[in-house]
């Protein structure tokens, strides 16, 4: 097993090492993965919640992230759960970590088999939310300041089963009454809706994260839910994981995040962040971090994902820690770029004194008139080539570090 030093030792102290000020968290079922897959058993041993919080500690991390039972093993008493909470609350104090998310468990048990909150049971559906209502108490006690919602087993194989009209009123209706919850206890927790395309479920209901935020605008309390979109789940989907994001920023409703590694066409992977598609893992950063002119997303950034199974426990910390380093060097590479005169140079090409201030000041009749009015030179401007190629090597190589 890794100490401090010898994580250091392994990925040198230099501008890149992780620090709680980067506002990087881990799930306790992320770093706590022990490997089980539909094809085979855990193969790490399992780890307790308070040791986790000592090793994020070690490697940098801001914070945790947690389901219910991730920490409350399920049917525990309310005398075990007190004590358990206790001594996590202890070793999150003496270890300096924080929870800003929590969420609940909806998927494992099996009660939960055809969903929770569509479920066509309605004690299903009553369990679902009163575990929910006990969860959010749970995220709250622990300084939670966003409580994620990912409908894992909200799907179906056979749609004959239910109408999907039906169950997108319920889960509409869970989601409303638990803003209710929580406006009724007082608490000041924000909601963010997390979609996945399938699996578990052959097709799971609200599939992306465009779906999620229309579906946010059709609730009661639109103002406290926002969208957890996560990398593998859009790639998944065959999407563009950047423009997911940008919709969701530009709508202010980006409240979580969930990093990870994805291939397209593949299960949900979860690996480490940046492992797969560099690219469009620079470009996340980027746009994350403001570099486009944008109001930068200020929430933590947590990484949803996990080791490999062919690692042991030294190999679990080294993906932790590299999933935080990559996303510092990605933002390195990206102000790198972002700062370079030939890039701009092609990014600002097209700008133009005269038309931008009348396409972007809203309609008018004035602005409809000089629109109409304007002269442009249909085929110059078609026979343009617009210097793309260029800026992508560009970017291609400030990523592979000789610009810059
Ligand atoms: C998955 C999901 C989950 C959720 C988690 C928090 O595909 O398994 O990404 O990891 O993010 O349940 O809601
Ligand atoms: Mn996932
Ligand atoms: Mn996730």
């Not at 309310?78 to 300096?96: C, P, T, Y």
């Not at 190999?315 to 390195?332: D, H, N, P, Q």
């Amino acid at each position: 097993m890794h100490d401090g030093s010898l994580l250091l030792e392994v990925h040198t102290l230099d501008s890149f090492t992780p620090t709680p000020a980067d506002r990087f968290t881990f799930g306790l079922w992320t770093v706590g993965n022990p490997g089980r897959d539909p094809f085979g058993p855990s193969v790490r041993a399992t780890q307790s919640p308070n040791r986790i919080v000592a090793k994020l500690a070690e490697c940098g991390a801001y914070g945790v992230n947690l389901h219910d039972e991730d920490l409350i093993p399920f049917g525990s008493s309310a005398q075990e759960r007190d004590r358990i909470v206790g001594e996590f609350k202890a070793a999150l104090e003496d270890n300096g970590l924080k929870v800003p998310m929590a969420t609940t468990n909806l998927f494992s048990q099996p009660i939960f088999k055809d969903g929770a909150f569509t479920s066509n049971d309605p004690r299903v559906r009553a369990f679902a939310l009163q575990k929910t209502m006990r969860a959010i108490d749970l995220g709250v006690e622990l300084g939670a300041g966003i409580y994620v919602f990912w409908g894992g087993r909200e799907g179906t194989e056979s749609d004959a089963c239910r109408s999907p009209i039906e169950a997108t009123k319920r889960f509409r209706g869970a989601i409303d009454f638990l803003c209710g919850y929580v406006r009724d206890q007082g608490y000041d927790l924000r909601f963010a809706l997390e979609a996945k395309p399938n699996e578990p479920r052959g097709d799971i209901y609200l599939a992306t994260t465009g779906h999620m935020l229309h579906f946010i605008s059709t609730l009661d309390e639109p103002e406290r839910v926002g969208v957890n979109p996560e990398v593998a789940h859009e790639t998944m989907a065959g999407l563009s994981f950047v423009h997911s994001i940008a919709q969701a920023m530009e709508a202010e409703k980006l409240f979580h995040i969930d990093l990870n590694g994805q291939r397209i066409g593949r299960f949900d992977q979860d690996l480490r962040f940046g492992s797969e598609d560099l690219k469009q893992a620079f470009l996340t950063v980027r746009l994350l971090e403001g570099g486009v002119g944008n109001a930068p997303y200020e929430g933590p950034l947590h990484f949803d994902a996990h080791a490999y199974r062919t690692e042991d426990d030294d190999g679990v910390w080294e993906f932790a820690v590299g999933c935080m380093r990559t996303y510092k060097i990605l933002k390195s590479r990206a102000v790198a770029f972002d700062a370079d005169p030939d890039v701009q140079e092609i990014i600002q090409a097209r700008r133009d004194a005269a038309l931008d201030p009348l396409l972007d000041g809203g309609y008018s009749s004035e602005a409809a008139a000089a629109i109409s009015a304007a002269t442009i030179d249909v085929t110059a401007v078609a026979q343009e080539g617009l210097g793309y190629e260029r800026l992508d090597q560009l970017l291609v190589e400030h990523l592979m570090g000789v610009r810059g």
